[in-house]
């Protein structure tokens, strides 16, 4: 008997139909023996329409709130689950994120869990029921209620698994793995049967829509295998896991891309100390999270600063920047430019093979695309460039890296 | 200073605008030195929605999980409300059952009230803040998520009131108070400026939507003045208040009715005692309201029971009576009919005046009316006739107990 945390997202409970879909699926796991807890998101499309409203509410709504609204989407599937697992004659208890209780921090929106009780849920599957768990909320030690941002219940799913130290925890989703890259861009895109939590760390923080970041640190910490599959199929799926030889042979193992953030350039600041701080601090306290940043040698003694944020987040940084910030730190002028795209190599093989960013930068200008800022990892290498170019640049970065080949027969799709 | 509930029904926060319009008139009695409790419906058409959802799920969901799924609908309301009056500028924190918290019994879909904590609220009051709770909505001793009934919400603020020793409790919905009769059937109906408790619970009890039921108990109980008004307009509503000299000179307040109810006669069931109490029950102990019951003089040693029930549970009614309770009792056959209706008259005069139900009984007979059941009160008759026949004995009762006249005028509408 395991124990094996399943986690469905949007488009697998988006109707009636399909939640009836998934009952079929966690109940045969529960008739084989297992004890199953399942982790379900909001019907696809629901939370998007949730945050809608908060927006026609207010153009920057308060955060205790907009977590209050949002977070209804989740109790919705996880009561119609319930309900129909106990119609089709399965013990089954839903769990709203105060009741289990999954406590986090009080940073709303993107709150992180701090602690998991699991005395409920084990008591729950002591007696044989299957356990319920809405995805993506948490509660403050105050007994507010949190959101762990989008995608967050994938990491509802992995804390879970470890919490509870289940066998394998299960990521249902309306793809079939982890693709080289995007298929729909890619005809020839090829899905991996294994990647490293580290790969898909850096696949899921660089847009690759399969699994959220903080997920797969989740998992990479506590070693919790994570098996991305279809809810849709019977195909296996991609096994995220611990790195192996095989893995390091494969020296680029996917090209991912990322149309959701904007760049914001704060130009002409005196280059002086303490400078970076004063830039960064207010939008990390006000929650907003900077992913690169770039800053050049300076010019009589006057620096650039450039730096990316989520789409979500721009207006409200670029506001913040320019009204504040740019005048407490001497910059001349403030920039932002919403559309850009970053596009992205990742493999565990780059940290032994030489030559690779030479290749992506010049495949990229052999097509006139312009690189506007570079960013790498130890397994990755980042740049951003114009959206419009962004499909035209994924699709000649896989050919270059061989990455499209004749694999696709292998993996019998 | 007054301490004044507020409670919006659906249509009041149908949409954004709508709840600004709600956050404008909490804002004003908030500016004006009042401290404000805010009661809030879910949009108009999502609770359905929800009920729905629920039904497509399984034909009888579980009630916990119900409950699950339909508490969502306030919750979003709050959030909405609370994000709109804090970008006005005002402290406003919503509450939601299991929050402030609301204690009640585990009967889920139609939960008591057992206890209400006031401590929070009373420090966000302290603080200036204004208050925001879900209707609807509580929570059982094991933590589990309840609702009150349909139109629970009207319960929640009279009862909030109570605990909180309110001022007032303003009930705000899409009509201007409480009305002779309904006026989409009476064009001539006419708005009663107060109304006694008592008149109030019959009316509610008998169909007039404008309050719950439990809600007028609470209020009564509590000797909390209630004004139902609208929140689309600045005219002045209706008072249910204790009952006063001026309302027991008035004989016949108001004519109602009800079409949600269902009838369902148990036919020659040998006539023992202890026969009712098998029968009631197990209704009673799944969940099931009965409403009006008539039991006539038997023949044979054997006799026949009948029953009302409201229409959502009508299904489930008949199929425990017919499959289990039937055979138990020994009843020889059960019929349903969905297709009645409750034409009903109120007043706080009839209790010294006499010959009100002959008049009744004989305006119905002149047009042809069956009545099917009868039932009474103190200030009340009940009569279930054909639903076909509602409007028709609406408009008769109404002229025949002379309720249209020329006030009218004198209401200056």
Do not use: W
């Not at 379900?40 to 939370?47: D, I, P, Q, V």
């Not at 809608?52 to 919705?76: C, H, K, M, N, W």
């Not at 105060?98 to 008591?123: C, L, N, W, Y």
């Amino acid at each position: 008997m395991a124990l094996i945390v399943q986690k469905y997202g949007g488009t697998s409970v988006g109707n009636i139909e399909r939640i009836r879909n998934v009952a079929r699926r966690v109940g045969k796991t529960s008739g084989a023996g297992n004890q199953v807890v399942v982790v379900l998101s909001a019907m696809s499309g629901e939370t998007n329409k949730l945050v809608g409203l908060t927006q026609e509410a207010a153009e920057f709504p308060l955060g205790r709130e907009y977590d209050v609204v949002i977070s209804t989407g989740e109790q919705v599937t996880v009561g119609l689950l319930a309900i129909i697992l106990n119609e089709m004659g399965y013990r089954a208890k839903s769990f709203l994120g105060h009741q289990v209780p999954i406590v986090t921090d009080s940073q709303f929106g993107s709150a992180r869990i701090e602690s998991i009780g699991t005395d409920k849920m084990a008591e729950e599957l002591k007696k044989g029921s299957i356990v319920v768990v809405a995805g993506f909320q948490g509660m403050d030690g105050q007994g507010n209620i949190t959101t762990l941002g989008r995608g967050g219940s994938d990491t509802t799913a992995v804390a879970l698994a470890a919490a509870l130290k289940a066998d394998l925890c299960e990521i249902y989703t309306d793809v079939e793995g982890v693709y080289t890259t995007d298929p729909n861009i890619c005809s020839d895109a090829r899905k991996l049967k294994k990647v490293s939590y580290d790969e898909m760390l850096e696949m899921a923080s660089l847009g690759a829509k399969v699994l959220q970041t903080r997920s797969v640190e989740f998992a990479k910490k506590y070693e919790i295998p994570v098996m991305v599959r279809s809810s849709f199929t019977d195909a296996e799926g991609t096994l995220v896991c611990k790195e192996d030889s095989e893995m390091e042979k494969v020296v680029v193992s996917g090209i991912t891309y990322n149309k959701s953030e904007a760049k914001i350039s704060v130009l002409r600041v005196p280059d002086r100390p303490g400078i970076a701080a004063k830039l960064f601090r207010p939008l990390t306290e006000d929650g907003i999270n900077v992913d690169m940043i770039v800053q050049n040698i300076s010019h009589d003694a006057h620096t650039d600063l450039t730096f990316t944020v989520s789409n979500s987040d721009y207006k409200k940084a670029l506001k913040l920047i320019k009204e504040k910030t740019a005048a407490e730190i001497g910059a001349e002028e403030v920039v932002g430019d919403p559309n850009i795209a970053k596009v992205s190599i990742v493999g565990a093989g780059m940290r032994s093979h030489a030559g690779i960013a030479s290749q992506m930068f010049e495949v990229l200008a052999k097509e006139g695309i312009n690189i506007q800022m570079i960013s790498t990892s130890e397994i990755k290498i980042s740049c951003v460039i114009d959206v419009k170019y962004t499909e035209l640049a994924v699709r000649v970065l896989h050919e270059s890296f061989g990455l499209g080949n004749n694999e696709v027969v292998e993996e019998k799709e």
